[in-house]
T-cell receptor, first 117, second 112 residues
Framework: NAGVTQTPKFQVLKTGQSMTLQCAQD?????MYWYRQDPGMGLRLIYY???????DKGEVPNGYNVSRLNKREFSLRLESAAPSQTSVYFC????????????????FGPGTRLTVL | LAKTTQPISMDSYEGQEVNITCSHN???????ITWYQQFPSQGPRFIIQ?????VTNEVASLFIPADRKSSTLSLPRVSLSDTAVYYC?????????????WGAGTKLIIKP
């Protein structure tokens, strides 16, 4: 099993350009997540998909859109990139979102390092 | 609003036991406590999760006192490869309102 895979690993964009970050998991998980991590900081949730066919906003959704293409794939799109979106982006998945008060174990991909000039 | 507070950094030596304490004064009745480990240029990796008293697995132990306002991750006999950032999380998931607040973590450096 490859686990969670992300493409690309690195990307440089100019302000205003658009791009899509791809994420796929082969663990038959129901829930998937997109995070960003800025230097020296913890992760911040952008969007999540509790199950196939559903998506919800996280803590920092502005400037991003997502698509849960199928159970395996969850993509993140930047429509008009800004320098403030320079960050490392992590995709994660879990079997289920968890129950009230408890989050299910999340499995993370290797990340995409994005620089917006 | 951060749910947890943990030391920014810690040093220790190979072979020692390392304890990292996390404060979570506002923990809710249903909240579990979860710890993740992150190496440079990698995504976080789940270590352990618990609700009360003590939980142990093959890599760590988690101690949670009765009032649950803090918790301690214990790593037995650390090695250089345990150098990483450790995150303490108090997560809650209510259908339609998922929250998992990650703090800055504790940077653990193991010396030979």
């Amino acid at each position: 099993n490859a686990g969670v895979t992300q493409t690309p690993k690195f990307q440089v964009l100019k302000t205003g350009q658009s791009m899509t970050l791809q994420c796929a998991q082969d663990m038959n998980h129901n829930s998937m997540y997109w995070y960003r991590q800025d230097p020296g900081m913890g992760l911040r949730l952008i969007y999540y998909s509790a199950s196939e066919g559903t998506t919800d906003k996280g803590e920092v959704p502005n400037g991003y859109n997502v698509s849960r293409l199928n159970k395996r794939e969850f993509s993140l799109r930047l429509e008009s990139a800004a320098p403030s979106q320079t960050s490392v982006y992590f995709c994660a998945s879990s079997l289920d979102p968890g129950t009230s008060g408890r989050t299910d174990t999340q499995y993370f991909g290797p990340g995409t390092r994005l620089t917006v000039l | 609003l951060a749910k947890t507070t943990q030391p920014i950094s810690m040093d220790s030596y190979e072979g020692q036991e390392v304890n990292i304490t996390c404060s979570h004064n506002n923990i809710a009745t249903n909240d579990y406590i979860t710890w993740y480990q992150q190496f440079p240029s990698q995504g976080p990796r789940f270590i352990i999760q618990g609700y009360k008293t003590k939980v142990t697995n093959e890599v760590a132990s988690l101690f949670i006192p009765a009032d649950r306002k803090s918790s301690t991750l214990s790593l037995p006999r650390v090695s250089l490869s345990d150098t990483a950032v450790y995150y303490c999380l108090v997560g809650d998931h209510i259908v339609g309102n998922y929250q998992l607040i990650w703090g800055a973590g504790t940077k653990l450096i193991i010396k030979p």
